[in-house]
């Protein structure tokens, strides 16, 4: 009985596929939605590369002044030894 059953089933034509579009693929574009994507992603790299320069510049900033107070700490401490007898 399985058997039959079995056969029965293998000899059923499969149907045939839905028609496919007619549209080519490489036609076909993300559309509006992934421009929005695209163009969120453009603006939020760009402020954190702005983000990341002024970060960057305040970092030089305050090693020049670092190094600033350093050698006017040198200095003084040159002077001070230099006027001591």
Do not use: H
């Not at 059923?12 to 969120?40: M, Y």
């Amino acid at each position: 009985m399985l058997l039959t059953l079995a056969a029965r089933l293998a000899a059923v034509p499969t149907p045939s596929p839905s028609p496919t579009s007619n549209v080519p693929e490489d036609a076909v574009t993300p559309g509006v939605w992934g421009f929005v994507t695209i163009a969120a992603i453009a603006v939020a790299v760009i402020l954190l590369i702005l983000d990341m320069i002024r970060r960057l510049r305040k970092v030089n900033y305050r090693a020049q002044i670092r190094a600033q107070i350093a050698a006017e700490e040198a200095a003084a401490a040159d002077s001070a030894t230099g006027e001591a007898p």
